[in-house]
């Protein structure tokens, strides 16, 4: 298969770090095809930018030309562009192409570099305005930089104002315990963070970070997973080793960075201070993890053998509400009870304030359901979490996995592992790759769910290291028996060579795929 092609139209930094040459490393990295186009040369060493030179605009006209039949991009990045008149060559190229065929465009507003030498006059920051940020599909300014294109201020009341669908504002040079990022996308929007690291070697981040959202774009992730493999690219290339000149040193992120489970970050709902602490432990869930509508029915799984059993009950058509909430009451009566007597673990689905009043220490919610709580709602469940109730969490996505990291659950349940009828869902299945990677990059045991019709099946789910897999509609269809063998078949299974890249689980939004 051939490689994602990108293009990178920026700065050579003569001196290695920055630019081109970051852009370089970060695309080997993401395993994508870089075409390195320069924009403006510079004298420039580990210290300082001694002289800016940009390329005369027919000359990058002509680098442009020159790729454009046999090496068309999926992606195009920018950094450093030198003038207006640069500018325009790259707005009228991200035009033409995209008569073509759908071309993201992702803005690195390199307007100064971290030295103090500043790349940008009035005239280009209007032309960032009003020509190119109007074209881009993401855009990955640092504080500094979006603060002089929008204006002081509140980067998160701001970000709009700069017309793009997607905003990174990277804050990795900011101080604190961890470096946080500002991510505002179609899908998701919050902080993203992992542990700021003691790295001398920082030389480039911006453009790792930007070449690196770039990739995964042309790899096919929504561009809120795009940020955070960016965010684990970068942070995989900053190292406290010994700089090759009297400067910071180049970051230099490797292909490994992809299974290196601490370079997961966390995405957060609200500015976060410090790093979430771990909670729950590797027995939190175990097993065949049964999944049903009747107390009775739990009841009876808890008789069969199985040790956890989540109970799920829907409103149905045409159920009064009052009806609905005491037989809602009357079947986790029943199932907590049931639990108590075989010393089992009993989950209640998305009514955690009924479980609450009745006893049940254990609940499991949808990612769409926790961001639906009011503040006061929030307050009461992080009230609860810290007098005991135990947290399961649905996650489909890396940034759902990332937001999990954040609110640091008992679990989290990767899905659909298999196509699934039991709910109407847009995410393709994630398949035993993917629970594969969540099972080793998780800080919480993971769970599989969806699909799993067979105990085949639920052998696979085993072999992958899942702490748990669940089982709902094949229930009726096997003995508790066959699907506890079936668990403890594949869990004995000899493990493989690990897991390798995940694979998306959403189509791209229009704002990346249209153009």
């Not at 465009?105 to 032309?127: I, Y």
């Not at 999944?291 to 053998?305: C, N, V, Y």
């Not at 089982?471 to 508790?480: C, D, E, I, S």
Request: net charge neutral.
């Amino acid at each position: 298969m051939k490689k994602p092609i990108i293009w990178s139209i920026a700065g050579l930094d003569s001196g290695g770090g920055a630019g081109l040459s970051a852009d370089q490393r970060a695309a080997d990295a993401m395993g994508v095809h870089l075409c390195p186009v320069t924009a403006v040369l510079t004298a420039q060493n580990s210290v300082r930018v001694e002289a800016v030179f940009p390329v005369p605009p027919e000359q990058l006209d002509a680098q442009l030309a020159g790729l454009a039949h046999d090496l068309p991009p999926r992606v195009i990045k920018t950094g450093v562009l030198g003038g207006v008149a640069q500018l325009r060559v790259v707005t009228r190229w991200v035009d033409q192409l995209r008569e073509r065929s759908p071309v993201a465009l992702v803005v690195d507003p390199v307007l100064g570099a971290s030295t103090g030498a500043r790349f940008a006059d009035e005239a280009l920051l209007r032309a960032y305005r009003d020509e190119l940020l109007p074209r881009a599909s993401a855009v990955t300014p640092n504080r500094r930089e979006a603060a002089r294109l929008v204006g002081d201020g509140c980067p998160s009341q701001q970000a709009h104002l700069l017309g793009v669908p997607t905003v990174c504002i990277t804050g990795g040079d900011e101080a604190g315990p961890l470096a946080v990022d500002w991510l505002s996308t179609g899908h998701a929007k919050g902080w993203l963070a992992l542990p700021r690291r003691d790295a001398r070697n920082h030389h480039g981040t911006g453009c790792c970070f930007a070449t690196a959202l770039a990739a995964a774009l042309a790899l096919g992730f929504v561009p809120a997973d795009a940020a955070v493999l960016a965010k684990m690219l970068t942070t995989s290339g900053l190292s406290a080793d010994l700089a090759p000149g009297a400067g910071a040193g180049p970051v230099r992120p490797s292909a490994g960075f992809i299974t290196a489970a601490a370079l997961l970050p966390a995405l957060f709902d609200s500015p976060p201070t410090a790093w979430p602490a771990r909670a729950g432990s590797a027995s939190a869930v175990e097993g065949v993890y049964g999944i049903t509508d009747s107390g009775a029915r739990a009841a009876a799984l808890f008789e069969a053998g199985l040790r956890t059993v989540q109970l799920r009950v829907k409103r149905a058509d045409g159920e009064g509400a009052a009806a609905w909430h005491t037989r809602l009451v009357a079947e986790v009566q029943r199932g907590r009870d049931a639990a108590q007597c075989h010393a089992a673990t009993f989950i209640v689905n998305d009514h955690w304030q009924v479980a609450l009043t009745l006893g049940v220490d254990f609940v499991h919610l949808g990612q769409e359901d926790l961001l639906s709580l009011s503040a006061n709602e929030r307050a009461d469940l992080a009230q609860a979490r810290a007098c005991g109730l135990r947290l399961g969490l649905s996650s489909h996505s890396l940034w759902e996995l990332a937001r999990a990291v954040a609110w640091s659950p008992d679990y989290v349940a990767c899905g659909p592992v298999w196509p699934t009828t039991t709910k109407t869902m847009p995410w393709r299945p994630q398949g035993l790759d993917n629970l594969a990677w969540w099972a080793a990059m998780a800080p919480m045991p993971v769970v599989g769910i969806g699909g799993v019709l067979s105990p085949e099946q639920l052998s696979q789910v085993a072999a992958s290291r899942a702490a748990a897999g669940c089982v709902v509609r094949g229930l009726a269809q096997r003995t508790a028996s066959e699907w506890l063998q079936a668990w403890h078949d594949g869990a004995d299974t000899p493990r493989g060579a690990g897991p390798g890249w995940p694979h998306p689980t959403l189509d791209q939004p229009p704002a990346v795929s249209a153009w």
